[in-house]
């Protein structure tokens, strides 16, 4: 019982470090990230032109935000769940969108100048914990259907 109440203290206080990392990384977004689409699309941007970017740093700065946003969500899961098997699988879905993403982000930037939506929200899954969001409710409902 002891150890049930301890193993749960941990989980909890490692989910709300994780948590609060994300925020931390939300909150000074402008300070660690080369990203001018920050600005960009906090005004009216339907009807204006990409911004002028220097490539290889917007690369790096959103590389450097996917790659801590990916950290934090597998210790999330990892906490959360504790199955090698579910850390592998969330680690190859990551990487896989990773190249997805990345490659539709350069692809939308370069040769789809219209695309402002589209780029909006690819942005979004790169920079933001969204994937965490949906894998954890689907490796809980995967769970819960393999004890049955």
Do not use: H
């Not at 749960?8 to 931390?24: K, N, Y």
């Not at 592998?88 to 490659?103: A, E």
């Amino acid at each position: 019982m002891r150890s049930n109440i301890r193993k749960s203290g941990v989980e909890i206080l490692t989910a709300i470090f994780v948590v609060l990392c994300f925020g931390l990384i939300r909150t000074f977004e402008n300070q660690l990230f080369y990203d001018p689409f920050l600005e960009y699309f906090e005004l009216d941007f339907k009807n204006l032109p990409f911004p002028q970017v220097d490539v290889f740093k917007l690369f790096c700065g959103l590389f450097l935000r996917y790659f801590l946003n990916t950290i934090l969500s597998l210790i999330l899961i990892y906490a959360l769940f504790r199955d090698g098997e579910i850390l592998k699988f969330s680690t190859f879905l990551y990487l896989f969108f990773l190249v997805i993403l990345f490659v539709l982000f350069f692809v939308i930037l370069n040769y789809f100048p219209d695309a402002n939506w589209l780029l909006f929200y690819v942005r979004r899954f790169i920079i933001q914990p969204i994937f965490v969001l949906l894998f954890i409710p689907a490796f809980y409902y995967q769970q819960q259907n393999f004890k049955k």
